[in-house]
């Protein structure tokens, strides 16, 4: 009787500990999205909005002023609504990648002369499939565009964050998550280029590497080298940040 009575204390104990570290993991959870939430996510969401409102006062107020020059987007075609919220993010580059996502790769025959050959297939596959999601028109390639380059970006933001915060603290993750967004060129990270794919892919990588996470890392680093021609220069100093 005393053995079976100690036997389900000890169950009822293990039960109970159990919850308690269940608990406690679920918290430890909890306390991680909510800071990076707050002290990543937000603070870049509101670098994107300040950035929208840029580019519209660019569209109705500069633009009007420059439509002689036939290098610069049509004054007329960039301000009319909704087209102009997606429209600004479409500059140059832009145009190679959503081509290719919509027509593949040109004929070999053009590798000589003037050639989409140079883009790597990464981020335009991606357009392709969000693209047809959306029904695979020209607006859904360029809302597909956005969309991949936003999300990229913020979960670069994340892995960002998450790095500097494990190397020197929150406080000093917080404001690198704050210089980043709000540095010159960071307005590409949200526009049809590469560049938040990059980024994304970048720091998941060290941050795996650093966790002593191989498996992720390698994972990461596979589509890094679909997505950028600098992953080459990138993957010869990865290797030595799990040290």
Not at 137 to 151: H, K, R, T, W
Request: hydrophobic letters at 50%; proline letters at 4%; a positive charge.
């Amino acid at each position: 009787m005393n053995a079976a009575h100690a036997k389900d204390s000890k169950t009822m104990i293990l039960k109970t500990l159990d919850t308690h570290l269940s608990q406690s993991g679920y918290n430890r959870a909890s306390a991680r999205a909510a800071s990076i939430w707050h002290s990543a996510i937000l603070p870049y969401l509101a670098t994107r909005f300040g950035l929208v409102l840029v580019g519209l006062l660019a569209d109705f107020y500069l633009l009007p002023l420059l439509k002689h020059n036939s290098v610069l987007p049509s004054p007329a075609a960039n301000t009319q609504f909704p087209d102009l919220l997606w429209l600004m993010w479409q500059r140059f580059d832009s145009g190679f990648y959503l081509n290719l996502a919509k027509t593949g790769y040109w004929p070999a025959s053009t590798l000589h002369t003037y050639s989409n050959w140079a883009f790597f297939p990464l981020y335009p596959l991606l357009l392709f499939l969000f693209a047809h999601l959306f029904g695979g028109s020209d607006v859904a390639f360029s809302l597909a565009g956005l969309l991949v380059s936003n999300v990229a970006a913020l979960l670069a933001v994340c892995y960002f964050y998450r790095l500097v915060q494990r190397e020197f603290g929150a406080n000093t993750a917080s404001l690198s998550v704050i210089y980043l967004a709000l540095f010159p060129t960071a307005f590409f990270l949200s526009a049809v280029y590469t560049e938040s794919l990059f980024l994304a892919c970048s720091v998941a990588c060290i941050y795996y590497a650093r966790e002593h996470h191989w498996w992720p890392a390698c994972a990461v680093a596979w589509l890094h080298s679909h997505g950028h021609k600098e992953f080459f220069c990138f993957s010869r100093s990865c290797g030595n940040t799990g040290r």
